[in-house]
């Protein structure tokens, strides 16, 4: 009889991240994991010592999921900020639990010394944020940083909104949204 293939940490992570995408990592318990996974509860610990291992490796995931998402998105608008913030915002609409483990999660606390701040996370590799400073500057808003700052305030609260249920304007809405915020705010 031929020996039983054994799932890998590979496999696990995928179950784990579908399951943090469907009802948030905080409900996750290793029984849970096991039947997504398809195993038992022993080959989870056999490579995870405790869930905030297993928390970690899920994380990255969602951080790739993140940057794929955001490269998958529209960038068509001329307007400083408007497709990170309608990226941003969607992102948060979409994969709200996602949302909540990236953006909204405690990074104070040692379990997850890993974590990235939310600067780092929506910059990317690709200097996202950075781009969208030099575009402003290049049409000539003023302090650009002081404008960033005020442009994510508006993206990451009409985000908050999205998780929470409070916000559900369609993309051409939050369109004019955060073109007025962004003239409001930078006066061009």
């Known amino acids: 009889m031929p020996r039983k293939a054994t799932i ?10 579908r399951l943090t995408k469907q009802e948030g ?23 995870y010592e405790g869930m905030s291992d297993l928390k970690k490796d899920v994380y990255e995931k969602a951080v790739e999921f993140y940057d794929e998402f955001y490269d998958a998105s529209d960038k068509s608008h001329n307007i400083p900020f408007v497709d990170l913030g309608l990226c941003y915002i969607n992102f948060a ?3 709200p639990h996602l949302f909540r483990l990236l ?14 701040s939310m600067y780092d996370l929506v910059n990317g590799d690709g ?8 575009k402003a500057s ?11 700052m005020q442009m994510w305030i508006f993206i990451h609260g009409a985000a ?29």
Do not use: W
Not at 166 to 186: C, G, P, Q, R, V
């Open 93 to 95: 609409q979409k994969n």
């Open 8 to 17: 890998t940490q590979k496999e696990i992570v995928g179950a784990a991240f």
């Open 160 to 188: 908050c909104m999205a998780v929470s249920g409070d916000y559900d304007l369609a993309d051409e809405d939050t369109i004019s949204l955060l073109t007025a915020a962004y003239h409001a705010f930078s006066g061009v």
């Open 103 to 116: 953006f909204l999660a405690n990074k104070d606390g040692h379990e997850d010394e890993s974590a990235r």
């Open 25 to 47: 990592f905080e409900a996750i318990t290793s029984r849970k994991l096991a039947a997504a996974a398809g195993c038992s509860t022993q080959p989870i610990f056999r490579i």
């Open 138 to 148: 290049d049409m000539g808003a003023q302090n650009v940083q002081h404008l960033f």
């Open 127 to 134: 200097d996202h944020i950075v781009a969208e400073i030099n």
